[in-house]
């Protein structure tokens, strides 16, 4: 059930039966010279929204830009400054928590958003208590990375081994082009690919990694292998999802 | 050409030839018993590419949430503060800028932005400055909202009459329905509709307009209609565009 | 009865029949050649004190600087910025919500004030509601312009027709001539002026208005059309706040 | 020589013979039962506007609203915050500072003040450099209460002794009477009157001073006094302005 | 009782004999040649804790960085910006007004502090009550700063006179040799010391006070001497705080 | 070399041969019945001042306070938000950058304060970056996390197994204990300890985790432990450093 498919009437029937609800969190941000900027929101809402019909669970609309400072000096990347994405997640959760939402599972495609993402629960759960919400106890939120998904990462490792890399991998690719099957780059790829460097700021990024990729290959990607891997993820995402919202409080 | 759906590179070569952009932003909000909660992202965005279609120009991933604290006390509406929406503006705008963007053309689903977006541009050219970005001061942000058109307005006009309303109307509905015919809504209207009074909080909103509607009988609407409104703004639009970016700066 | 010239117990006593408010607010920012930079605060300040004489309302010290980015490439110019305005508008009406009052009339002198204006009232609803301000749900604020009452309008257009432009324009002129006719200033204005030039950064905008004035012949200004022009506005406006404090809440 | 009753031509060139500037800073707050609310501000105006004739330095428009939380459980009192106060003073300043002004004198009429504006002086110096504004390094900012002048300070105690207490003072009443004879209050002052409580947050301030008074006995105030305490407070803060914009840099 | 070397459990039954509690805070901030970067820091918290033995109040961890922003073009000062600082007392003090505490002392070794806590305290206050923490009009906050007591003012004159000086003081030195007896420094200082210059901005400091000597003379500092001040400190501050916690509300 | 017991000419001199400098952060929270409050702060001290000894490396004053939202209903806890911890982190940076420092090696006590830690870094860069900061570029910062250290993970394990938990470890609790010998408690453990709870809001955190132990069983700390805990971690933490200052930015 998707959110912005929906009325509120049907979000309303909703919430007597539920409290849960999925948010799927990307980025926009270079992916190597092959890879799509928007990689990171597209698989984690392909996903979510797999997640969404196997469970019954809403899904809200995709955080599309995330925290991608690190890759702002390639072109075409946008972000939000943590301290920017934090009032973004708070004003989020505080509208939906005050609807009577208290299970917020994100559905993340971009390990840079983690740490903000975790800095911003910590930040919403004090705040929704000052500001009296109804229920603020019991708002839970958690941040499931699709590519940290144990069946996901034991065939990306299958099918890449070490060219999997860290970021412009080709298991993200793979997804995005069994999403987007018109959409599929090609380029030809240096051998020699950046790898092992500490992330700091942006220009720093693009010296280490000059076009992008962080030790991957995407040329190994292939839309077969994005269906697999999407199989996987929506399967093991779907299970943490029901395990999450049927947790007891107490 | 969309920007999730290009690599870094693409845009590097975009970038040669124009430093125009298309930012589609929405709403995720309330539209009375049959709108979508994306009414305002899925209008916004369908025609912004289909803008970016007519005139070769790279738009961006769509603004899913923008202001819409009005619509909160209903279900399923997620809003932005109009300081965190600031920001989001800012740090949009500050990337691309950074990348050698100076013309930003934000295509408007939800007359609740307008206020909200003005404000950011005024708070950006100044920051831009401040922190010294090259070509700080050929930086140009437009709004132009799809709805106000002078084309879909005079349609709208001739086949909603004062039906048409301001929230949930037929028009953006029609649009939604020709987007996603699978997802057309089907309730029982109250005769009665809200309408007339100033938007104040959302207690108050909820108080006047119970139903969500605004004055607005979205059963007229159809996918045909849809169709319609959605070519007049595209051409409207990309009319607008490209005028937008082919205005000297001096 | 204003403010600054009451006492908190008379203040007190007001509040036992009225919670309504007038906010006179302006703009510190060049008004061209001939203008005075004041203009936007003296206007609104005049017309507000009027109004307040005419409906016994009482009437806040007048916000002398607000939103005028765009205008910062003059000398004499002071501007909030858009996020420090929503602030500082938010602490007007939290401190004034707290003591009672509900119905806060802005009587704006400035159209660049608007849109950070709106902006700002709907952050403070929300913000009233969350920090658990008694009534905070009865709490409503307008912005009244009073160079847009309609009285105004068609008197400037038939004193000045075109010549009458879009800043430092001859009616805002004539009214602070009228206020402080020893604060009369001569210059020979050049006979061509910009205008049509949408309004982005402050470098862009003294490229298109050299000397500040946009499409304007303050020139035509007389003290004599300021008085007329402060009394329909003072009519107007005076109806205005009445209909807007008397309308129910329910 | 006012800046809102100049135009930005004769800001113009006022900078070529002088960077000062003189910013009159009061408070919208209770001042006791016969005192006016814009106490503060008034007496701040009145004597900036003194200072501004004898000296010759521009006057900005008067920050009619300063820090006065400590007396919001009275009505009528109106109070930034510390923090928005500290944003209002940096954009006063960076937008002045951007056209040229490098002395900054406040004129401030209220104790309540002090603290953030040494806040906000601090806060600023750095934010100037650090957004490279020219001559960043020559901005001085200083605050003169015309209450402790010591020629004010002297006159007062001989005048009212004790009973001059330390808010709602005779002292500044009188400078109201003597600006706004009009608006003289009369009202029977309790003999008790609380005196010698710190100041912590409003409820506890209005628990120990009840009528809002400090150790005051406003009934002492005369206009003729409020002439020769403005006589005294023009004079020696004329010399000290002379003297701050005389100070050479190095 | 430090609370660093305490358990809540401990915490726990303090609480329910007493609401006090001591924030030693101090800056990190040159200290002329010889001054240690620390001494505020180190002078607040060896007074603070035998203020704590003396009086058995509970002591927070010391605050080792404040507002020093005028000493940061000397390396190895770290300051917080006063927005900052404003947000970190009031997080402070919203925690552990929370669990209970209502008395905040806070024992300062640093002047530049001053004005940036008590506009802290002001925002904290009112932050407190919007927030519905119980008891938020009880919260009390003070600053003492132990330079400024009484006995060591008179001590520092009898000792140093005028070479007593306003920074880098002997008599803070003193007590950091007192504290510290290993890091005792030497240089040879010049005669000539910068004094009188009013504090602006961190080149203007500089270049005032070249090697960060405020009038002062440190060489006179000895151990002995900081004991006897650590000693007078301790004892009056003890009093103080005694005379604080006692102090009825109402 | 500690900052506070430095002068800042030995800091000038220290930049000369190196820009590097280790910022111990710990927290201020409760750490079950008989772990000190301070437990993270005081072990991260220590272990800085053993590597900054051992490295020679300047060492910062300890952030005592850090992000600890989720133990605030244990009283004693101090804990920032974590967008206040992100401006702490940006100012001192900023400043020290200003200074000429470039590599930051954050020892940190406290896992909670790693996501905030890693969002204040990207903040950080960029914010350099604008603000325009020399060798902005050169800039990295870089968290280790003591507990974290592989040889100190293995003897922990070796010493208490499963029994080491993750909060209020015996293995943090033993180098408290090598520190402070006279500051070991004691109280009866319940045998049965909350664990594998998710960590969400404060009051959720305190019904799973009840006496505020995680999984742990500080009673098996011992003082020798704690020696040989820190000697390890002092060790390898050194290399760090080292390899981390050593570290070429090309």
């Known amino acids: 059930m998707l959110l912005h498919l929906s009325t509120w009437l049907e979000v309303e029937a909703y919430l007597e039966t539920s409290q849960g609800i999925i948010l799927p969190i990307g980025s926009t941000e270079q992916h190597g010279p092959t890879g799509l900027i928007g990689t990171d929101a597209i698989c984690a809402e392909a996903i979510a929204h797999g997640v969404g019909e196997t ?9 599309n830009v995330g925290m991608a400072l690190h890759h702002t000096a390639f072109p075409g990347t946008i972000s939000l400054r943590p301290s920017t994405m934090i009032l973004v997640i708070r004003d989020y959760i505080a509208c939906l928590a005050k609807a009577g939402f208290t299970k917020f599972f994100f559905i993340n495609g971009h390990g840079g958003n983690i740490a903000t993402l975790k800095a911003a629960f910590a930040e919403t759960y004090t705040y ?28 990306a490792k299958e099918l890449y081994g070490d060219r999997e890399g860290s970021h412009a991998t080709p298991s993200e690719v793979a997804v995005t082009q069994y999403v987007y099957p ?18 700091y700021g942006p220009v720093n990024f693009r010296q280490h990694y000059p076009d992008g990729r962080m ?24 299970n943490n999802y029901l395990e999450f919202v049927g947790r007891a409080i107490a």
Chains 1, 2, 3, 4, 5, 6 share one sequence.
């Open 215 to 238: 030790g991957s290959d995407p040329a190994l990607a292939t839309p077969e292998h994005g269906l697999q891997l999407y199989n996987l993820a929506v399967k093991e995402l779907s």
């Open 182 to 199: 018109k959409s599929i780059k090609h380029a030809t790829l240096s051998t020699e690919v950046g790898k092992g460097h500490p992330i």
């Open 128 to 155: 929704l208590a000052e500001i009296g919400v109804n229920n603020a106890d019991q708002v839970q939120c958690q941040v499931s990375n699709w590519f940290m998904c144990g069946s996901v990462y034991q065939l």
């Open 55 to 63: 469970t019954g669970a809403l899904v809200s609309p995709t955080i």
